[in-house]
């Protein structure tokens, strides 16, 4: 069984970092992103479980 994956959205490197190592120690599999256009190719290339992202990025809303 693979662990679930869970992408980490938010243009803030500090709290980028601070997730991913948070939800690696929790044996989750992690991708982040700075910005949409990056999420969004992630998006197209993986399934996630879970998707943690910031309200405001460069490119637009994170609930896009």
């Given amino acids: 069984m693979t662990a679930p994956r869970v992408l980490v959205v938010d243009d803030e490197a500090d ?3 601070l997730l ?3 939800l690696i120690k929790m ?3 992690v ?3 700075e910005c949409l256009k990056t999420a ?3 998006l ?3 399934e996630y479980g879970l998707v943690l992202t910031d309200m405001r990025l460069p490119d637009g809303l994170g609930i896009e």
Wanted: hydrophobic share 30%.
């Fill in 40 to 42: 969004r190719g992630y």
């Fill in 44 to 46: 197209a290339q993986h």
């Fill in 15 to 17: 709290l980028r970092e």
């Fill in 31 to 33: 991708d982040s992103a």
């Fill in 27 to 29: 044996g989750l599999d």
């Fill in 20 to 22: 991913e190592i948070t």
